[in-house]
Nanobody, 128 residues
Framework: VQLQASGGGLVQPGGSLGLSCTAS????????MGWFRQAPGKEREFVAA????????HYADSVKGRFIITRDTPKNTVYLQMNSLKPEDTASYHC??????????????????????WGQGTEVTVSS
């Protein structure tokens, strides 16, 4: 299974960007997909996640109300719509998926170790 992310780029503060990530390969069962980000000199942090069954969404406090995560289950694709972007949102964004594992419990959605597949990073730069 591979994860292919796209989107990102340079945007001014207050602008919007969209990211997408598609899982492909052999037959598999997706349990959840999410986004993490890592800024230069900082640790990787959770951004948002969506559980495949039911579609419940979860956000970091820093992006709540500005970012929206959605999924297209037939396409095994997750999207992250980022609005009202701030310079502190600048980072490399990585999609992650929990595939062929037990369902992801709510208390664990923010833990990177719960995701067993990762895509390459896509850069988001928020600057005037």
């Amino acid at each position: 299974v591979q994860l292919q992310a796209s989107g990102g780029g340079l945007v001014q503060p207050g602008g919007s960007l969209g990211l997408s990530c598609t899982a492909s390969g052999r037959a598999f069962t997706t349990r959840a997909m999410g986004w993490f980000r890592q800024a230069p000199g900082k640790e990787r942090e959770f951004v948002a996640a969506i559980r495949w069954n039911g579609g419940s969404t979860h956000y970091a406090d820093s992006v709540k109300g500005r970012f929206i995560i959605t999924r297209d289950t037939p396409k095994n694709t997750v999207y992250l719509q980022m609005n009202s972007l701030k310079p502190e949102d600048t980072a490399s964004y990585h999609c992650a998926a929990r595939i062929d594992q037990n369902s992801l419990i709510l208390s664990a959605v923010r833990q990177p170790s719960m995701y067993n597949y990762w895509g390459q990073g896509t850069e988001v730069t928020v600057s005037s």
